[in-house]
């Protein structure tokens, strides 16, 4: 991804946040969290974070909190089987991006969801990248356990403040691959 110019300025903010996916994707293990405002570019890192690990060869698998949990709730109303095997790709996924994570209502299918994929994935982090990304004023839903987790000091939590940059969005393109690095 290139910002150039003019457009660093708008994003000093972001640039913290921008070195640690840089760190993540030289070796795609453990975990990385932005956390921040609406719009601060949280998303786009980590889409820019899959887009080069794909041109290296290392597949990801991106999902919305709120989609995936619906979904396993439909497998799990029509098949058991399918639930298991949904939720044990995203477990197993080589590298994970879980996006919207705060918007998640408490219950006990959720509580169960989180501690499947994240207790996981936690033990296997030698071997797993996660990626996750959150609203700062959700982070209240997320279980303790969880947030534990994401803030253990072997990992990236990156807060990322700043302005929306959704109002200068068209000069930013996160499928920007062009010359050179993230």
């Known amino acids: 991804m ?76 029509e098949d058991d089987h399918a639930y298991a095997s949904i939720l044990r790709r995203v477990v197993q996924a080589p590298i994970l991006a879980v996006d919207e994570l705060d918007k998640i209502r408490e219950s006990e299918f959720v509580d169960e969801v989180l501690e499947a994929i994240f207790l996981a994935r936690y033990a296997d982090r030698h071997q797993l990248g996660t990626i996750i990304g959150y609203n700062a004023d959700g982070a209240s839903r997320l279980p303790p356990f969880l947030r534990s987790r994401m803030g253990d000091s072997r990992f990236q939590l990156i807060e990322m403040a700043g302005a929306d940059l959704r109002p200068i969005a068209h000069q930013l393109d996160p499928w920007d691959r062009g010359e050179g690095e993230l």
């Open 2 to 77: 290139r910002w150039r110019g003019g457009r660093l300025k708008q994003l000093k903010d972001q640039l913290s946040a921008l070195k640690a996916a840089r760190a993540f994707v030289s070796r795609p293990r453990g975990w990385l969290t932005f956390v921040g405002g609406y719009g601060v570019g949280k998303t786009m890192l980590i889409y820019a974070c899959l887009n080069h690990l794909a041109d290296r060869g290392v597949f990801g698998r991106y999902i919305v909190m709120p989609d995936l949990l619906s979904l396993l709730r439909t497998a799990l109303r």
